[in-house]
């Protein structure tokens, strides 16, 4: 760009303002840049190859994004679950297919955002072991493994719903695999099971 653009020249206006401890625009973009790594660009007032340096600093705020989004789903106690069933980002384009109110129960049991025991317990201190099912005499912790795929009040309903290799499997690798398809079929009956299940538990519980 030319010297006399007045673009240019309010670049210089303000990157001297800040050098002058006047904070500004150029003030975010170089603690942007050095926060990044890139303080060099900063330093030198230049990027060299434009497309590259757009590259580089795209893929540097993307491999920095999702550090920060596993780390947090690691050390959430509410993301356990989820932890298991999203190891990255991606949209599960299937899903968007389903109905919202079949949505809202796959990503109810998802995000724990649920009143099975595993989660109301966290909300109420108890310890984990304690947390069990409402609903069997198993005496085993109510969360989303027992719930979706052991727990045998439910099992005529699960037998009706869920794939036969899900029943034949009953481990927690099967329910991750579970929660990770993306077959749009077994995704809706994963969900009109997950409402299912969700009635039938109301229902017991109001007995």
């Not at 780390?71 to 980002?89: L, T």
Request: charged share 25%.
């Amino acid at each position: 760009m030319d010297d006399n653009r007045l673009p240019k020249l309010c670049y210089r206006m303000m990157f001297k303002m800040n050098e002058h401890g006047r904070l500004n625009w150029c003030s975010k973009v170089q603690r942007l840049l050095f926060s990044n790594g890139f303080g060099v660009v900063w330093e030198s007032q230049s990027v060299g190859d434009a497309k590259l340096f757009l590259h580089l600093f795209k893929q540097r705020l993307t491999d920095i994004n999702l550090q920060s989004w596993s780390d947090y789903i690691g050390n959430s106690s509410k993301c356990a679950f989820y932890s298991k069933v999203k190891d990255y980002i991606c949209i599960n384009e299937n899903i968007q297919k389903l109905s919202y109110n079949l949505r809202y129960e796959f990503f109810s049991i998802l995000c724990s955002n649920h009143k099975l025991a595993i989660e109301q317990g966290r909300h109420e201190n108890q310890p984990r072991e304690n947390r069990l099912c409402k609903i069997c005499n198993t005496n085993e912790i109510e969360d989303e493994f027992h719930f979706v795929l052991v727990c045998p009040i439910l099992a005529d309903i699960r037998r009706n719903f869920l794939p036969l290799w899900c029943q034949s499997n009953c481990n927690r690798d099967t329910l991750t695999s579970l929660f990770r398809t993306e077959n749009l079929i077994t995704l809706k009956n994963l969900s009109v099971f997950l409402k299912k299940l969700n009635a039938v538990e109301k229902e017991v519980l109001s007995l």
